[in-house]
């Protein structure tokens, strides 16, 4: 391995990668001293050797001892194998006790160890005095790091005299088997004064051993930790769980550097509030320069405890809130402003909501949006309420199927709609470099962003019409739930956001169930959507259509309405009826052979003939049955009148039958009579044997 390559891998392990400054040229952090900045530089030579120099002047010895390679590692000719390697021995035997240690390449030499912490303390000084060559050692303040009530590391300050270059020269010391080395301890690494940190209070951070101290003379519980601003990662956040953290940030890029690392590791370990808090910001301490600290506001003489504590509660009023990266957005309910539901359509499409229609392809969903978008462009009255009209507004028109110029603008113009309100959204354009437009088509989860930018386009829109949603959503798996919830749960919130309603239109599928489990995909689209309506053909009238309510969570579910396409010129529009109606959405269901119409009645009456094939039933017990059956009473009447069932009594017994060829007279449908009389003398009985099977429910 290259000297260069060991080096830097070896730096890289530190957490103090090279940064290219030149052609061979690096700077880096030192690793002989607690460097805050990239004092050292390391140049590769024409030979590859390494050329190291450090501003703050660690010698060579000190600078390569600090990454635990010998001084040898730096030149092209070193072996980097084992002392028995290179002796061609055999590797001396492990002790399988041993931990297995995972080292740089090259030999590792640990750092000197030293019994006492005072020992540790003198070398450190010694070596300050001859990095910054100076005749005396520099006045020292030592800051002690507990764990478990024992001192395990000391952050040993020197503060360096005038014409120095800089003010302090930082060494750590840390205690470990072998005794004190002049190295910063292993991570984690205790809090400073974490012994003091007890209880749940609020914790107040600054940075730096003296800003800590500053903050305890103020009363509070101040703390840092080790290592300084590049280094926050490697303490122990532990003791911040469950407490407020207020984070006092110093006035210079590091400053806020280190204040945003700690914030976020507070966040982290599950601190309750995390709080910045910027001095400059109180107007008393507008000017204070750039690096200043709580230390240097509280050193001013213009500054009393008092005063600073004073100040700085107003600070804490109005700290910054720190949110983290990632984190459960979470309300508190006495803070939301209650706000009542807008509707476009009172009580049918909700403003800033996702509504879905959906229907069969030939139940006139289209015709039906093409009559909402006319109504929003005009401001005419809705059908169940004519009389009050409303401001016009601008629809913007998603419709991927009908032709712009033969189906669309003639619906509208039937409609009555103001055209110049209602926007048709077609493929999305790029322009490409040569000036050539490009288009494709457009999609919901592509191109949403650029949706909302064409209604900033449209201010006064209240409606998005979107028909059908499918067409938009292509490459997504419609049946699965998920896929279609993150389409529409972005198109939801852009309604929110925005307060424009949005109405998707849907086809149903061709299978089996309940109507809100007929739309056609998954139950995302019905579960996203806050109102949904189905259109149904009307199986009595199939020129008429019915409206009818399928899902509501912001309104009663009211009722239905009725609607015909009706001839009006060259292109047929809808004509509401008056009055609304009571048909439900359950009622209108798929048969298991694919085709749409009444099942449900046709399924009750399947039930009722099941039923009554072996005789009549008394009408109370029937009543019952279909109710445990899941029939409605309003569907098994249809299924009794599509039968022909009619109710008679035989003694104090109402009950019912399947109708007989025999009983029906010219004109009158067939079924039981109602009353069965005397030996047949006030009406006809049914047979006898319906009168004898009713025995068994006597």
């Given at each position: 391995m290259e000297p260069f390559e060991r080096f830097e891998a070896a730096m890289r392990g530190l957490g103090r990668p090279l940064k290219r400054v030149g052609s061979h040229k690096y700077t880096a952090r030192c690793p002989a001293h607690d460097d805050e900045h990239a004092s050292l530089s390391v140049t590769v030579g024409n030979d590859g050797r390494l050329l190291l120099y450090c501003f703050a002047g660690c010698d060579f010895e000190e600078i390569m001892r600090g990454v635990n390679l010998e001084p040898q590692a730096a030149f092209p000719d070193y072996d980097?194998?084992?002392?028995?390697?290179?002796?061609?021995q055999r590797p001396p035997a492990r002790d399988a006790r041993a931990p297995r240690t995972r080292g740089t390449s090259g030999t590792v030499r640990p750092p000197t160890s030293y019994r006492r912490k005072e020992d540790a303390i003198e070398a450190a000084a010694r070596l300050?005095?001859?990095?910054?060559?100076?005749?005396?050692?520099?006045?020292?303040?030592?800051?002690?790091?507990?764990?478990g009530g024992e001192v395990v590391a000391v952050s040993l300050r020197f503060d360096l005299p005038p014409g120095s270059g800089r003010s302090k020269d930082i060494r750590p010391i840390a205690r470990g088997e072998n005794g004190w080395t002049i190295t910063a301890p292993p991570a984690p690494r205790p809090l400073f004064r974490v012994d003091e940190l007890t209880g749940d209070g609020p914790v107040f951070m600054?940075?730096?051993?003296?800003?800590?101290?500053?903050?305890?003379?103020?009363?509070?519980a101040g703390t840092t930790s080790f290592g300084g601003s590049n280094a926050p990662q490697h303490s122990d956040w532990s003791p911040m769980a469950?407490?407020?953290?207020?984070?006092?940030?110093?006035?210079?890029?590091?400053?806020?550097?280190?204040?945003q690392k700690v914030a976020q590791i507070a966040?982290?370990?599950?601190?309750?509030?995390?709080?910045?808090?910027?001095?400059?910001?109180?107007e008393s301490w507008a000017d204070l320069p750039v690096g200043g600290d709580i230390a240097d506001v509280l050193d001013s003489p213009d500054e009393t405890p008092e005063s600073v504590r004073t100040k700085l509660e107003t600070l804490i009023e109005r700290a910054e809130l720190v949110e983290p990266a990632e984190r459960l957005s979470v309300t508190r309910m006495d803070r939301v402003e209650p706000q009542t539901v807008e509707w476009v359509w009172p009580g049918r499409i909700p403003a800033g909501k996702l509504t879905m229609i959906v229907g069969d392809p030939s139940a006139g969903k289209s015709f039906l949006s093409m009559d909402i978008a006319a109504r929003v462009s005009t401001g005419v009255g809705w059908p169940d309420d004519p009389g009050a009209t409303r401001s016009s507004a601008d629809v913007l028109l998603l419709n991927d199927e009908d032709g712009l110029a033969d189906t669309i603008h003639p619906r509208l113009v039937a409609a009555e709609a103001n055209l110049a309100r209602v926007h048709h959204v077609g493929a999305t354009r790029r322009w490409s470099d040569d000036g050539e437009a490009t288009y494709r088509p457009f999609h919901l989860a592509a191109d949403l962003r650029l949706l909302e930018d064409e209604l900033k386009r449209h201010p006064n829109s209240k409606l998005i019409i979107i028909d059908p949603i499918n067409a938009y959503i292509s490459g997504t798996d419609a049946h699965k739930d998920v896929d279609i919830?993150?389409?529409?749960?972005?198109?939801?919130?852009?309604?929110?956001?925005?307060?424009?309603?949005?109405?998707a239109i849907?086809?149903?599928?061709?299978?089996?169930?309940?109507?809100i489990h007929s739309?056609?995909?998954?139950?995302?689209?019905?579960?996203?959507?806050?109102?949904?309506?189905?259109?149904?053909l009307d199986q009595d009238n199939r020129e008429r259509r019915l409206f009818l309510p399928l899902k509501n969570n912001l309104a009663p579910l009211g009722l239905g309405l009725a609607y015909r396409i009706v001839a009006h010129g060259d292109m047929p529009r809808l004509e509401w009826e008056s009055e609304p109606v009571d048909n439900r959405a359950d009622d209108f269901t798929i048969s298991d052979d694919g085709r749409r119409d009444q099942s449900a009645v046709d399924e009750a009456a399947d039930w009722l003939k099941d039923v009554l094939a072996v005789g009549p039933v008394p009408s109370k017990e029937l009543d019952k049955r279909a109710e445990e059956d899941g029939i409605r009473p309003r569907t098994l009447r249809r299924a009794k009148k599509t039968l022909g069932v009619r109710p008679f009594r035989s003694g104090a017994i109402w009950a019912c039958a399947l109708p007989q060829p025999s009983d029906a007279t010219p004109g009158e449908p067939t079924g039981c009579r109602t009353e069965l009389g005397q030996g047949g003398q006030v009406g006809q009985a049914p047979e006898a044997g319906h009168v004898g099977q009713l025995d068994r429910w006597r």
């Open positions: 980097d194998r084992p002392p028995h390697r290179r002796l061609g300050v005095q001859r990095a910054n060559q100076l005749a005396e050692c520099p006045t020292r303040t030592d800051f002690e790091y507990l764990a600054g940075e730096g051993e003296v800003c800590a101290l500053a903050l305890v003379t103020l009363g509070l469950g407490r407020d953290v207020y984070i006092l940030v110093d006035r210079d890029k590091a400053g806020e550097g280190y204040g966040v982290e370990v599950g601190a309750r509030h995390v709080y910045i808090i910027r001095l400059w910001e109180h919830r993150s389409i529409l749960t972005p198109l939801a919130q852009l309604a929110e956001r925005t307060g424009i309603s949005v109405v849907c086809h149903l599928r061709k299978s089996a169930g309940k109507a739309v056609l995909g998954s139950i995302g689209y019905v579960g996203v959507a806050r109102v949904v309506w189905l259109v149904a």
